[in-house]
């Protein structure tokens, strides 16, 4: 597969249950390495941000409790922007970003304030700040079927990476799996507003 085909929430839902059978504990415990492992990314430098949204699993609060100790421990800086996405029926949508530089909050404001969602010019921005190459941004993504959720179905995926996904929920049931920590919420939030509002963890 030469160029990502559908965006990353539902593959990641995929492997999630491969590893966690659904558990709440254990799909807590996974999304917090997924945010360390991005917050490792940005802090090395190789994306300028990266950028979570709450779940069934993971609510609001608790996303933005990880985002303060993660950010703490990383020397990152967080935020939240809320907007309403006219592709899901003006949907509130509340996201979670980690950034290194304060250049990154000053973008996400500017894009806030004059560009309206899912254009061309918001899904290029975005997908810039989260390390995405020129070349692979897909403009229009969310008017593809592909970008929808694929609610733990495989046959869309090629026959290589189905194969992948079944070969890791074999292996994952023929070991035991001891339950990690959970991490504990460190830091309240203001309530989020259309324009970001930055902290910091040092």
């Given amino acids: 597969m030469n160029r990502a085909t559908m965006s990353c929430g539902p593959l990641y839902r ?6 966690t059978d ?16 991005q917050a490792e990314k940005v802090y090395l430098g190789a994306c300028p941000a990266a950028m979570f949204r709450p779940t069934t699993t993971v609510g609001q609060e608790l996303l933005r409790g990880w985002a303060a100790t993660i950010c703490e421990c990383y020397g990152l ?15 509130d949508v509340l996201e979670v970003w980690i950034f ?3 250049i990154v909050h000053v973008r996400l404001w500017e894009l806030m304030r004059t560009t309206s969602v899912n254009t061309a010019e918001w899904h290029t921005v975005r997908g810039r700040l989260t390390g995405v190459q020129a070349h ?17 179905d495989l046959s869309c995926l090629p026959w290589h990476q189905r194969l992948w996904f079944r070969l890791c929920g074999y292996l994952h049931r023929q070991v035991e799996v001891a339950t990690p920590a959970v991490l504990e919420e460190t830091q309240d939030c203001d309530e989020p507003t259309s324009a970001p509002s930055a902290g910091r963890g040092r």
């Fill in 136 to 152: 692979e941004i897909d403009e229009w993504f969310h008017e593809r079927q592909s970008a929808g959720d694929l609610d733990g």
């Fill in 14 to 19: 995929l492997v999630r249950r491969q590893f």
């Fill in 100 to 102: 290194r530089d304060a």
């Fill in 77 to 91: 800086r967080w935020t939240v922007v809320n907007y309403l996405d006219p592709s899901r029926s003006n949907e």
């Fill in 22 to 37: 659904e558990d709440p504990i254990r799909n807590r415990a996974f999304a917090q390495g997924f945010m360390c492992g």
